[in-house]
Nanobody, 116 residues
Framework: QVQLVESGGGLVQAGGSLRLSCAASGSIFKLYAMAWHRQAPGEQRELVADIKSDSSTIYADSVKGRFTISRDNAKNTVYLQMNSLKPEDTAVYYC??????????WGKGTLVTVSS
């Protein structure tokens, strides 16, 4: 069983910064990718950023240049540095872990609220 625990969410003013963390624990075999998704009220969950085991990254167009995803393989932890936050970044942010065997695991989410 794999557990993902997100932290770092909160309330911030527009233009501010937050750093999210997601720590994975449990029986992790062949970790392939870790990612951040978000879901705003009334909206579908969307991919924010993804980082593969080779450190290649993917970003949603809406966050390019503002958000940075990184990972610490030794700690099975992924981070999301969010700068120049906008009210439209307000959402619950979820961590996802994918294995090379096709398994996916999700955290319970952390709320980010950006006030204007």
């Amino acid at each position: 069983q794999v557990q993902l625990v997100e932290s770092g969410g909160g309330l911030v003013q527009a233009g501010g910064s937050l750093r999210l963390s997601c720590a994975a624990s449990g029986s992790i075999f062949k970790l392939y990718a870790m990612a951040w998704h978000r879901q705003a009220p009334g909206e579908q969950r969307e991919l924010v950023a993804d980082i593969k085991s080779d450190s290649s990254t993917i970003y949603a167009d809406s966050v390019k240049g503002r958000f940075t995803i990184s990972r610490d393989n030794a700690k099975n932890t992924v981070y999301l540095q969010m700068n120049s936050l906008k009210p439209e970044d307000t959402a619950v942010y979820y961590c996802r872990l994918s294995t090379a065997y096709g398994m996916e695991y999700w955290g319970k989410g952390t709320l980010v609220t950006v006030s204007s």
